[in-house]
């Protein structure tokens, strides 16, 4: 399935992702699934948001930089090796991974994947039963 994330770009320092999350909860935006990462001034908040258009509203008039990108959101058994035969199958087919993060729920994981080539890889996902 595919998605559209939210990232947003905030300085490293105390409080800032607490911030953009309240901001969320203030405007009654839901967040699905998010990851994190950082550099030595900025990170980078990528979220799964229930309602996108108003997250990047409210975000961008609390002034902080925010942009939205494609992503897949793969669905597969929370057992041993299912996202081996899933980053297999996707490597077999020479598709390049920049990210991807992932959540699990009761007996099901989710994997959200962003491939350097993006429409290739909606392509070897279908036709590898992923999506």
């Not at 953009?20 to 030595?40: P, R």
């Not at 959101?73 to 297999?88: F, H, M, R």
Request: aromatic share 8%.
């Amino acid at each position: 399935m595919t998605l559209t994330q939210v990232s947003v770009f905030i300085e490293n320092k105390p409080g800032r992702t607490g911030e953009v999350i309240k901001i969320l909860a203030e405007n009654n935006i839901n967040v699905l699934a998010f990851s994190q990462s950082d550099g030595k001034d900025f990170g980078i908040f990528r979220l799964i948001v229930n309602e996108v258009a108003k997250a990047v509203t409210v975000l961008k008039d609390a002034s902080l930089a925010v942009m939205t990108t494609e992503v897949f959101a793969i669905e597969c058994p929370n057992t041993t090796g299912s996202l081996a035969k899933i980053l297999t199958d996707l490597a077999e087919n020479e598709i390049s991974i920049d990210y991807m993060y992932a959540f699990q729920y009761e007996n099901l994981s989710k994997a959200i994947i962003r491939a350097k080539q993006m429409d290739a890889c909606k392509e070897v996902l279908k036709k590898c039963g992923w999506a």
